[in-house]
């Protein structure tokens, strides 16, 4: 009778497996080691050396499965593989759809095509060409959102010149913004306070706590603000013919030439050169006192052939301009008990008149080796702050406002969450704008600069706002997070007057070009911008009492 014997089987009370391993089967490997993102594999893959597969190769070194690799032994170097087919490799991102079709419509092309395309087929392309040429300058002209390319130059082409160019005129220099932002000086010069005229008022603390939930209607004022050039302000005549200084000029005429590499509309400025003294003027119907709105904005406003709508450049300047005044006169304290610092009495006033809350401080500076710089600057109003050691001091303040007049961005929703990321917009936007009042700021030598953030109550009515928020900023720090630099403004200034410093006796004129950015100087007759005046007619009786 068969028979057959059963194996020993280790049976092990504690675990589970086998308790221990034959001899035969010692040398044997049964584990290799793996991390968890690996993929599974074979037990024993005899092709893996041959397979190149670097997206499934691991940065752990350890986790590399050689140890179920075959290797053979014997020598192959005697050992030749014969074969004759030929690869079939893909070339990489290619389209082998696109691929497909051009080889099809190059069979299906007939023999005589090239006598078709010779005689009907070439009237054909003729008449598709018109066609084929407006795609091509359709996608050449394409603005993608955020950019401005593509029709970069026909938009500069559509800004205006502030004044038109006599080809009489005879050009001096041009001065490319390049080059002027390479310029440098060792310090900023230090100022001298002068005299302090006008009328300086405290601050309403008040509209500090305004936000979207306590807002505030901005008020209309009807107090007279004025914009004297320097050659008529009687302060500055003064100091002309005490011979005080060599060179004089205005805040709001020194910012434009000091972040001239700033702006891209078109200004001018007028330069008198009477010996060895400059006076920088602003021309008749200037509007270098006009505030811009979006102007360094990726897609700046556009009047779209209507000058007078609402949102042109010209509206929004005019209404920005409004809005400062009214915002500036709204913040000062209606307090009684708030006493008002001591000036002289106001040099520009007329009789009837209420002036504007608005002190002129006439600073001196010294530009270099006999020539020294006397301007009035502007300071808007007065609070009590801190001190370096904490005790009470007034603090001089330039206010400005900034106004939305329904861009796109909601103002209402981000003034209080997002009033960083707003103020980021606008220094983007209105990068020159703000960088002017930062100069300003830095001209009069005031401690603050408040922001008031001002929008529409409707978007398409210029003439009612709403006031959602004021901000105060340090000049340095707000000057560092616009990126601009005062050295670098105070060196524009100096080549300016040292340009004109060279010149002979006449009148001079520095524009700034609509379509490049730069600079030209032009000598121009003294009479150039000289407005003409209708002569009197003695018959006519009616224009006299009118006069």
Known sequence: MASFSIAVLDDSPDSWGPVSIPDQFKDVPYYSSFNKSDRLGKAADWQSQ????????????????????????????????VDNTRAQTRRPYT???????????????????TIQSARGGFQQQQQQQPRRDQKLQNARNYQRPGQRYGNRDQQARKRDPSVAINAEWRELDTIEFSKLNKLDTDAEPAAVDLKLAGSLEFYDKNFDRINSKSEKSLQRTDRVFYAVS????????EYAKEDAATVFATDSVLSHLMAATRSVYSWDIVVEKRGSKLFFDKRVGSAIDQLTVNETATEPPSDEGRPDAVNSPSSLADEALLVNQAFSQQVISKDKSEKKAETVPHPFVAEGETPAAVAYKYRKWTLADGVSLVARTEVDGLTVGKGKTGEPKELQLTIRALNEYGGGTDWKKKIDLQRGALLATEMKNNGGKLAKWT??????????????FVTRQNAKDNAYHTLLAVQDYNPKEFATNLGLSVKNSWAVLKYYVELLNKQEDGTYLIFREPDRNAIKVYAIPSDAFDVPVAPKDEDDSSFATNA
């Open 439 to 452: 100069l300003q700021s830095f001209l009069a030598g005031t401690d603050l600069l408040k922001i008031g």
């Open 95 to 113: 389209n082998r759809r696109f691929q497909n079709q051009r080889g099809n419509m190059q069979q299906r092309q007939p023999w005589n095509a």
């Open 230 to 237: 320097a050659s008529d302000d009687p302060i500055i005549s």
């Open 50 to 81: 041959f397979q190149n597969k670097p997206r499934y190769q691991q940065r752990d070194g350890a986790s590399q499965n050689t140890i179920f690799n075959f290797y053979y032994q014997d020598d192959e170097s005697s050992f030749q593989l």
